[in-house]
Every structure is written in structure tokens, then in C-alpha cells.
């Protein structure tokens, strides 16, 4: 008989994690399966296409966008161990009214919005600080990546799959039938080498040189200077393509470009680069902005800041950087 796996509250209460983390990372859990559910009623539900409002980055929101921060903004700040949450798709910091308040939850609710309408994957992606203050303000949830003492996402895909980390490796639970998270995966790691990288190559006209001339190596194959041959992957959603980092090896970037010379970068930096990266340098692999700075030591100044980003297999990241 094959052996029933790990219940993820069951693995979470034997792990490192304090009880007050536990307690937030169990709300998270719980509000992703739900998530999964409204997700999968697609258009049966009527949840598909545009809200008709654009978030605090100026980009259109979709209805699942809103429906799923609202669903993890009101499950969490109704979590007494919550003492605040940030959210891709808000404006501001929301505070919690809990006195025993200890935690801040960033997130982005749906990551990879344009995939919604044609049913290809999209996630939730989740970061944890301690609060220093029960009330806290924006300035308290602008720490370095560094300081979280948990993150993860979950991918709502072909199987719906939450990966995490507490600073302790990287596990991989996925969601049951009956609505349970069983743990499947209990030793994520990224091999050092790979033939296979992330990039929309759309986008080549505009990056510097030194990123170019690395793809523009892998794109020679086994004649070119890197004697391998590779395949080039790309989701369009960063929670699938770095899964796929995670599962298999890789790297992925998404790089500074000329388009918008003024801005570091599209990727968030509190809400999809630092938990990335943390879960990431958890399995083995680097996580930094240029093959070089490593995005857990970038101390944030916005809450929506902004950063290039590469990450994934070590050896490859460091080719990146010497290219």
C-alpha cells in the first residue's frame, strides 16, 4: 500500500515555522484552494475579462484579479497573527485590527493576468516579514528580501501546486480532490547546469548588450561558445516559468530594456522578485538583477519598486553575468 503523503498543516506544525507563521501560512493555504476553485469556473462563472479599472501600475485589471486580492486581503486581515497586508493590486498598505498582530503578507494575488482568457497558467505569489509595530505603516514593510521568514506562490495550472519555503528548503504540496494539500515534492532543488532558458525574445532589440550577446550564445547551440544546444521556454507568467526553474533547472530573465530607460525593470521587487529569489537561493540557485546583485540584498524604498531580474540554475546565472 502506498503511503498516504504529508498534510500540509500536519508538515507545516513539524517544521521550523513559529506557530504564529504557521497559523498565517494555514489562512494562505486555505484561501489558494478557494482561489483554485474560482479559477477553474473560468467562464461557467462569468469571471473572465477585464474589470474595466487599472491598478497602481497603471495596467489594466482583470475581474479574477480583483476577486482573488479581495479573497486573500479579507481571509488574512481577518487573521489575528496578520498585523498588515500589501498587495500588487493596491494602492496603499492595509493594517489589520488584531492587537496580537505580528506578520506582513505581500503578495500578488494573480501573477501572469494575460493568461487568464486563455486558460493558460497563472498564480498566486505570497512573501512573509515580522511587523515590527502591531501598526504598522508602509515604511515598516520595506525590508530587504532577506529579512522573510517565509514565501512561496501557488500555480494554477494542469495541477494546482503550492511551493514554499521557511528558510529551510523548498517543498512542494498539491491540491487533492477533497481540497487538501498533500505534500508531493519534499526536496526541491536546481541543478547547477541547464540547457534551457526564459525570455521573451520579442523583446531583443531592446536589452542591453551584455544580454543579448548571452542569449545570442545559446542561441548558436553546440557550434556557438557555449558547445550545448538549448531550448528557449516562456509562459508569460513569472509564477509558471520559474516552476518550471524550479522543477527542472533553467533561468530566467527578464531584463532592463531601452523602452523605459528610467525604469530598473517590470518585475515587482516585493511582490514577485524577493519571494522568488528566496525560494530560488532556498533550492540551490541564484537569484539577482544582473547575474551579479542579488535581489534579496536590494533594500526597497516603494512599495511597487521595480527591478530587472535573473534568475535560476547558479552556473548559468553566472554565465549571464560574464557575458
Known amino acids: 500500500m502506498i503511503a498516504q503523503p504529508a498534510a500540509f498543516d500536519a508538515w507545516l506544525k513539524s517544521s521550523s515555522a513559529s506557530e504564529g507563521l504557521v497559523e498565517v501560512l494555514m489562512v494562505i493555504g486555505r484561501t489558494c484552494a478557494e482561489i483554485s476553485d474560482v479559477v477553474a469556473g473560468g467562464a461557467l462563472t462569468g469571471v473572465l475579462g477585464a474589470s474595466g479599472a487599472v491598478n ?38 492595509q493594517p489589520a485590527s488584531n492587537p496580537a498582530g505580528e506578520w506582513l503578507v505581500l503578495f500578488d494575488p494573480l501573477d501572469g493576468s494575460s493568461n487568464i482568457d486563455i486558460n493558460a497558467p497563472v498564480g498566486t505569489i505570497f512573501s512573509i516579514l515580522k511587523s515590527p509595530s502591531a501598526t504598522p505603516s508602509e515604511a515598516d514593510f520595506l525590508q530587504p528580501g532577506r529579512n522573510q521568514l517565509a514565501s512561496g506562490y501557488v500555480l494554477y495550472g494542469a495541477q494546482t501546486m503550492l511551493v514554499l519555503t521557511v528558510g529551510a528548503g523548498v517543498v512542494g504540496f498539491t491540491l487533492a480532490p477533497d481540497g487538501r494539500w498533500l505534500l508531493t515534492h519534499e526536496t526541491v532543488t536546481i541543478p547547477g547546469d541547464c540547457k534551457e532558458f526564459a525570455i521573451n525574445m520579442s523583446n531583443r532589440r531592446h536589452w542591453a548588450e551584455s544580454v543579448q550577446r548571452y542569449i545570442d550564445g545559446c542561441l548558436q547551440g553546440a ?33 532592463w530594456d531601452k523602452r523605459e530607460p528610467n525604469k530598473p525593470g ?48 547558479a552556473n548559468e546565472v553566472d554565465q549571464v553575468a560574464a557575458a
Not at 75 to 81: E, K, T, Y
Request: aromatic share 4%; with cysteine.
Open 56 to 93: 497602481v501600475q497603471d495596467e489594466e485589471q482583470k475581474k479574477l484579479d480583483v476577486i482573488t486580492n479581495d479573497m486573500l486581503t479579507d481571509a488574512l486581515l481577518a487573521c489575528p497573527r496578520v498585523a498588515g497586508v500589501a498587495s500588487e493590486e493596491m494602492d496603499a498598505v
Open 266 to 313: 517590470k518585475l515587482r521587487l516585493m511582490y514577485e522578485g524577493n519571494p522568488m529569489a528566496l525560494l530560488v537561493e532556498q533550492a540551490g540557485g541564484k537569484a539577482t538583477t544582473d547575474g551579479v546583485q542579488r535581489i534579496l540584498d536590494v533594500e526597497p524604498t516603494q512599495l511597487h519598486q521595480r527591478i530587472p531580474i535573473v534568475l535560476g540554475s
Open 223 to 255: 557550434e556557438g561558445p557555449r558547445g550545448k544546444n538549448f531550448n528557449m521556454r516562456w509562459v508569460a507568467a513569472m509564477v509558471a516559468d520559474v516552476h518550471r526553474v524550479l522543477m527542472r533547472g533553467g533561468v530566467f530573465l527578464y531584463p
